[in-house]
């Protein structure tokens, strides 16, 4: 027998019906009209069934559950203003949900189908997001409408692996979600996406992940990597690395460029060029196979670096620069982070980084050992070796 109950807050009056499950936790089952006003909060233990009216809010929305599960389903959408995620076990959508300000993501994952986009959490206008971590994330789908940048805060298995677009216009709709998978082998497409069907003979593709982005217009994205990417085998370059997308016209993997990439080896992230999403099945990271490619490798002399504008060792000059303009230099500190990359390198490093990973970009790195790569496309070789950086001479 189904029982009536009231939700009360400042302004606002609803009826609601809670109805017996099969686990024996009940269920919110909204058959009418509601609406949050102003400073309007509710919140949810159990499960919510929608098959009304629950779009017109203003107030504080909140799941909140330590031991159990809370699902969202129903024939319709529910629109939230503000959202407090705090379900440890996971928040389960069997339908869409959308927020058009804040959503608070406290603890435990928003949970979709990956076999089902029509189910996302939904971002709309200027709507944004707080309090993403590894533990409390989209672990599926996420969307935005309206929106021209977005991050997605999207991961699974207790990793945030998010992924940013930039348009170059208003989406009216972008959805994303995160797959800890082989491409060779993935488990929602219906299909395999073999990493060596590729563009051309020298393109590397990540067996180890992937995206699935949708959208209609076109956009730069970033793509994030950890020290489960295993980046590595893909270029031993940062400056080597690319985006890379399954063309559904062509049927493989394609160069989406490298327009700026920053971090070390364990964490960083890449920028595409432009492209249109719904033209690319899946994307990825992707580099150079360099079993393809013949360069010698050499080890250079340790350099001493003293830019204090004396004349002597202001500047890192290499040698074999002018007989290979067409180079790529990096540069990483003793933990493995890139502070310094350039393209078709002219011996002007004078100490201060170009990295978005170091906090004070653009300032003169602290006095210490650095490590340094050179390729030198022109000559077919490879120079390593270790840069001092000193300040008080």
Not at 14 to 29: D, G, I, M, P, R
Not at 91 to 118: C, K, Q
Not at 119 to 140: C, K, R, T
């Amino acid at each position: 027998m189904n029982t009536r109950i009231y939700i009360l807050g400042i302004g606002f009056l609803s009826t609601l019906f809670c109805s017996q499950k099969n686990n024996a936790q009940e269920a919110v089952h909204n058959f009418g009209t509601i609406q949050l006003h102003n400073t309007a909060a509710v919140g949810f233990h159990i499960d919510l069934i929608n098959n009304g009216s629950f779009d017109q809010n203003l107030g504080l929305v909140g799941f909140y559950g330590e031991e159990e599960s809370i699902k969202i389903s129903g024939a319709f959408t529910p629109i939230f203003y503000d959202t407090e995620i705090a379900v440890d076990n996971g928040l389960f959508l069997d339908t869409a949900i959308g927020a058009i300000n804040n959503v608070n993501l406290i603890s435990g994952n928003i949970i979709t189908p990956r076999d089902y986009t029509s189910v996302f959490s939904n971002f709309l206008d200027e709507a944004f997001y707080v309090g993403e971590n590894a533990i409390s994330l989209v672990d599926g789908y996420a969307a935005i409408t309206n929106k021209e940048s977005f991050t997605f805060p999207i991961g699974t298995n207790q990793r945030l692996r998010p992924l940013t677009i930039d348009s170059y216009g208003v989406n009216a709709q972008a959805k994303c979600a995160y797959f800890d998978e082989d491409p060779n082998s993935p488990s929602t497409f219906g299909k395999i996406f073999e990493t060596q069907k590729k563009g051309t003979e020298y393109l590397k593709v990540s067996s180890e992940e992937f995206w699935h982005l949708e959208g209609e217009m076109p956009s730069k994205v970033t793509l994030t990597w950890d020290e489960w990417s295993n980046v590595g085998t893909l270029g031993e370059y940062l400056n080597n690395l690319k985006v890379v997308g399954w063309s559904k016209e062509q049927g493989k993997w394609i160069n989406l460029g490298n327009s700026h990439v920053d971090g070390g080896m364990n964490y960083g992230k890449i920028t595409s060029e432009a492209f249109v999403p719904n033209d690319y099945e899946i994307i990825t990271i992707g580099g150079n196979d360099d079993e393809l490619e013949e360069f010698s490798t050499m080890d250079l002399g340790n350099y001493f670096l003293t830019p204090n504008g004396d004349g002597q060792n202001d500047y890192l000059v290499l040698d074999g620069i002018k007989e290979s303009p067409s180079n790529q230099i990096q540069i990483f500190n003793r933990y493995g982070v890139l502070v310094y990359s350039k393209s078709n390198y002219e011996n002007d490093f004078n100490g201060v980084s170009n990295s978005k990973f170091v906090i004070d970009k653009g300032s003169s790195l602290t006095s210490g050992i650095y490590f340094y790569m050179i390729k030198l496309n022109d000559v077919r070789q490879k120079h390593q070796g270790y840069l001092y950086l000193i300040y008080n001479q």
